[in-house]
């Protein structure tokens, strides 16, 4: 039982593991050839996974609508939404119920699914998303304080970024020192200099630790991602 | 006044001051866009690379164009694949899109009808889908599609996304995998344009630019020149407004585009912003001379 629960499937994850690992390095045609099969297979897999998802989703939102909790009025509204773009969508080659099925001329004109995604689905992403710009303003304001001096130093090298990234600097810069390009050169030497430096230093040290993980998952050190008892 | 009370009146306070930074943003927003004020600005130097690559192909060469974000990051996004599909038709340069995303499929094809119009409407280009350029679509594997592609680009993508076999598609001739690419460009809102580099453009050899949100633009510093990883990249709107000032700049015609429309509003707000932290700032550090001055 335990070969079959844990050694198996270390067993696999270890040889697939190798097999993708070799396959980067070795360039015998047949390497290729493998390579086009596995990704073949991950495209299965990740079409799997798309219904593990959708089913983990009505899971949650059922159990929602069925307890009452908190909110379960949005759930009806998910499965609303979901309920129409899959009908529009697979109905009439997603021209929806109030046309004719689609003939050859039709397939420019804009269908339910498009207007579904295009006025319903687009605007309603894009202003979740624009809500953000007000809570980080805020949080901006409250949070670039020069209380010490490497808050003081960030506070400057934000202040600068922020001007050098709009237009308008230009116009500041020749005002104060003459010259239009003074913002846009200290954005530059920032965002080239220190920036860079601690993002390849952070980079670096992300990336040694996600070889170490792999390495560990290979070899079977780490094995959270079988689950538990 | 107790310790409660003094809480809570801060609380309401911080309240009041968050309300009004909203406010104060929508006004900076909302104004500018109304009064459309002129605000021309010099492109940033990675921007004129990118323009620079795309301008130096020859007509007939291929282009990849990676379509990695939702609409959620269309405002910034959208406009830099309008642009440079703009300049891709007027170069005769064929694009070859494809996406890491199915909610990207429609906005794919929202902006290469749009680019197309303007393309007609500027420069009388006349394009058709399969001839001069192609929409791949959408494919799961995100590291493996890339590696797929590099080794068979019409393996991966046997049909495009209005079902057209790729395999004898004009569109696509003499482009079998990624190496046969004259460029390629991903528009990222995530980490895509790091899965580019590493299973794409070292593996296979083809040149990489990218356009990401202002977000992301910090992280890809360390790909470009010395390194080399990435030849140049658009960061935010501002990089697709520099490619517009660029692209207008060579017809010889006044700026325009949505991204040089947006750019009045976005000064606003951060000249707003920024004024209005040397002004917390200038409080804070008064206060405490203030308190040291009673002690």
């Known amino acids: ?229 | 006044m107790n310790a409660s009370q003094t809480q809570s009146k801060k609380l309401r306070q911080a309240g009041i001051v968050r309300r009004v930074i909203f406010v104060l943003v929508a006004v900076a927003v909302i104004v500018p866009y109304i009064l459309k004020p002129n605000l021309p600005g010099e492109p940033n130097h990675w921007a004129e690379e990118v323009y620079k690559r795309v301008d130096t192909l020859k007509p007939g060469s291929h282009m990849m164009l990676a379509f990695n974000f939702e609409p959620s990051s269309g405002a910034e996004l959208y406009p830099m694949v309008r642009v440079v599909l703009m300049h891709c038709f007027k170069k005769g340069v064929v694009p070859v899109l494809m996406t890491h995303y199915t909610n990207a499929l429609n906005l794919m094809k929202q902006v290469v009808a749009e680019s197309a119009t303007q393309a007609k409407k500027k420069w009388g280009k006349d394009v058709q889908p399969g001839k001069d350029y192609v929409i791949l679509g959408y494919r799961p594997g995100d590291e493996m599609l890339i590696v797929n592609m590099g080794e068979n680009l019409k393996g991966a993508f046997d049909k495009d996304l209005d079902n057209r076999l790729t395999q004898n598609m004009p569109a696509l001739k003499g482009v079998n995998s990624l190496r046969d690419l004259d460029l390629a460009m991903d528009f990222a809102s995530s980490g895509t344009t790091q899965m580019w580099i590493a299973y794409g453009s070292d593996k296979f050899g083809f040149p990489l630019v990218a356009g990401t949100t202002a977000v992301q633009a910090p992280d890809l510093y360390i790909y470009l020149p010395p390194s080399g990883q990435l030849k140049g990249f658009l960061g935010g709107l501002r990089g697709a407004a520099d490619y517009e000032t660029l692209l207008c700049r060579s017809d010889n015609v006044a700026v325009e585009g949505p991204a040089n429309k947006g750019m009045p509003s976005q000064s606003a707000v951060h000249v707003m912003l920024v004024l209005l932290i040397l002004g917390a700032n200038v409080r804070m550090i008064y206060g405490k001379f203030a308190g040291k001055r009673k002690v």
Not at chain 1, 22 to 47: C, D, L, M, N, R
Not at chain 1, 75 to 93: D, E, K, P, Q, R
């Open chain 1, 1 to 229: 039982m335990i070969f079959k629960k844990a050694t198996i499937p270390l067993i696999i994850v270890f040889v697939m593991g190798v097999l993708g690992f070799a396959t980067q390095y070795v360039p015998h045609p047949a390497s290729a050839t493998v390579t086009e099969e596995i990704t073949s297979w991950f495209k299965v897999i990740g079409g799997f996974g798309l219904f593990i998802g959708a089913y983990s989703l009505i899971h949650m939102h059922l159990t929602r609508i069925k307890r009452r909790m908190e909110g379960w009025g949005y759930s009806m509204f998910t499965f609303i939404g979901a309920a129409f773009m899959i009908f529009v969508g697979l109905y009439n080659g997603g021209d929806g119920p109030l046309r004719e099925a689609s003939s050859q001329e039709q397939v420019t004109q804009k269908m339910m699914f498009d207007w579904g995604y295009q006025y319903v689905f687009v605007p309603c992403t894009a202003t979740i998303f624009s809500i953000l710009a007000f809570f980080m303003a805020s949080a901006a304001f409250r949070t670039f304080r020069a209380r010490n001096l490497a808050a003081g130093l960030l506070l400057v090298a934000a202040l600068i970024v922020m001007l050098g990234r709009v237009p308008v600097s230009e116009w500041f810069s020749l005002q104060v020192f003459g010259d239009k390009g003074v913002f846009d050169t200290a954005t530059d030497f920032i965002m080239e200099g220190p920036n860079l430096a601690a993002k390849r230093g952070i980079t670096l040290g992300i990336s040694l630790g996600a070889i170490s993980q792999a390495l560990r998952i290979l070899f079977g050190i780490e094995r959270s991602y079988m689950g538990g008892d």
